[in-house]
């Protein structure tokens, strides 16, 4: 039941991983008594106060063990450069679509009943894909230690 679409046509990665279980940083409250130990994640640290508001022990990083496939933050920590789309933790696939001003590819969003065309017939696919490597060399190199990278060319819609 969206009412809000958002469609990227361009290159984008293709990030694949096998669900596997292993230790991560994650960031929260340090004291393995409190509540809030539970609710440790690895995408927490730039959110973190020097406290915890539940118990008062430091906050900080520490490690846990997780199971499934690698998420997005495992890989590419707080950098936004790159956006994953349908994040849904029981596939084995993730897309990163570019997330910066000026980068290669093209948006188009809309309430419903919004209309677009665009003429994609002089597209060079191989060139916008080179670009695209071109321009996230770090964001690819980080999600290919985590994950098998194939670079794409194609639709991407997201309802919301
Ligand atoms: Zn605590």
Known sequence: MG??????VGPYAEATAE???????????????CAQWKK???WMQAAL???CATCGTATGKTTKLVKGRPSPHEALGESERLSS????EDEDVVYFVPNIRGSVGLRLNGD????????LAGVDREAEMA?????????????????DVKT??????DWS
């Open 85 to 88: 789309i349908r994040d849904d």
């Open 40 to 42: 440790r994640e690895t």
């Open 112 to 119: 419903r009943g919004a209309s677009h065309h665009v003429d």
């Open 3 to 8: 009412l809000y679409m958002s469609m990227y």
């Open 19 to 33: 669900p596997s279980e292993r230790e991560v940083d994650v960031y929260g409250c340090t004291n393995s008594k």
């Open 49 to 51: 106060s020097s406290f």
């Open 131 to 147: 670009l695209f490597e071109g321009q996230f060399p770090e964001e690819l190199s980080a999600l290919r230690k985590v994950y």
């Open 152 to 157: 794409c060319w194609g639709l991407q819609v």
